[in-house]
Structures are given as structure tokens and as C-alpha cells.
């Protein structure tokens, strides 16, 4: 799996991010165990220095918990992931309002057309 990261962000961060959509959209469920620091550094083609930072990160965060000597695995708390799934959309409808925005876009003009894609199910 070739990831391409964004040379402005860290790349840790840049996982840290990709681990919630995971956990948030339901790929990765509550309760199961990740793989190996090593395994996902493979996986993600990073040091394994990088994928030990974003996992600790996401361990200060609550989304990742661990289980000595039997590795990690995702937070159970369901309303933890609730939250953080809302946070993310919240952070997507910020960024969508300020893009259209610099379209010149009213807000009232963004969502009349957010609402017709979404009517006529074109979203790809």
C-alpha cells in the first residue's frame, strides 16, 4: 500500500488522521485489536518511530488503548467515537463553508447547492 503523505504535515499527524476516519467510519471496530507497530509501519511504508508516535497519540486521544503484553486495540467507548465522528464532520462542513466562501458563494447560495447533490444522489 503506497500512501501519499502531504509534505506541509507531519506524518505522524497525517496518520493519526487516517487511524480516526478508520475507527470513525466503522473500518476499524470498537473493541479490536490493531496490528503490530512494526506490521503497520510496513503496512504504511513509514519508520516505525512515526507509526509508535501516531499510535501514542491516538492512545493520549482515547481512540487506542493497551493491553500489556498483548498489544493494542480501539476504544470501546462508543460515545468516544460518536464524538470524534462528530468532530470530523463539523471539521469537513467548516471547510466546505469557507472554500465556497472564497468562491464568493453566500452561505445561503452553498447550501441551496449542497442540498440539490445531495437530492440528486451524484456524490462519487
Same mark, same amino acid.
Given at each position: 500500500?503506497? @500512501?501519499?503523505?502531504?509534505?506541509?504535515?507531519?506524518?505522524?499527524?497525517?496518520?493519526?488522521?487516517?487511524?480516526?476516519?478508520?475507527?470513525?467510519?466503522?473500518?476499524? /471496530?470498537?473493541?479490536?485489536?490493531?496490528?503490530?507497530?512494526?506490521?503497520?509501519?510496513?503496512?504504511? /511504508?513509514?519508520?516505525?518511530?512515526?507509526?509508535?508516535?501516531?499510535?501514542?497519540?491516538? @492512545? !493520549?486521544?482515547?481512540? &487506542?488503548?493497551?493491553?500489556?503484553?498483548?498489544?493494542?486495540?480501539?476504544?470501546?467507548?462508543? /460515545?468516544?467515537? &460518536?464524538?470524534? !465522528?462528530?468532530?470530523?464532520?463539523?471539521?469537513?462542513?467548516?471547510?466546505?463553508?469557507?472554500?465556497?466562501?472564497?468562491?464568493?458563494?453566500?452561505?445561503?447560495?452553498?447550501?441551496?447547492?449542497?442540498?440539490?447533490?445531495? /437530492?440528486?444522489?451524484?456524490?462519487?
Amino acid at each position: 500500500m503506497t @500512501e501519499q503523505f502531504q509534505s506541509n504535515i507531519p506524518i505522524y499527524l497525517q496518520l493519526v488522521n487516517k487511524f480516526k476516519y478508520r475507527i470513525v467510519s466503522g473500518e476499524l /471496530e470498537a473493541g479490536s485489536k490493531i496490528d503490530s507497530v512494526r506490521d503497520l509501519a510496513i503496512k504504511y /511504508e513509514v519508520n516505525p518511530n512515526t507509526m509508535q508516535r501516531a499510535l501514542a497519540e491516538l @492512545e !493520549r486521544e482515547g481512540l &487506542v488503548y493497551s493491553e500489556r503484553t498483548a498489544g493494542r486495540y480501539i476504544t470501546k467507548n462508543k /460515545e468516544l467515537i &460518536v464524538k470524534m !465522528r462528530e468532530t470530523i464532520a463539523n471539521e469537513i462542513i467548516d471547510q466546505f463553508i469557507k472554500r465556497m466562501e472564497s468562491l464568493g458563494y453566500s452561505k445561503e447560495e452553498a447550501k441551496k447547492l449542497f442540498i440539490e447533490k445531495i /437530492e440528486k444522489g451524484a456524490i462519487k
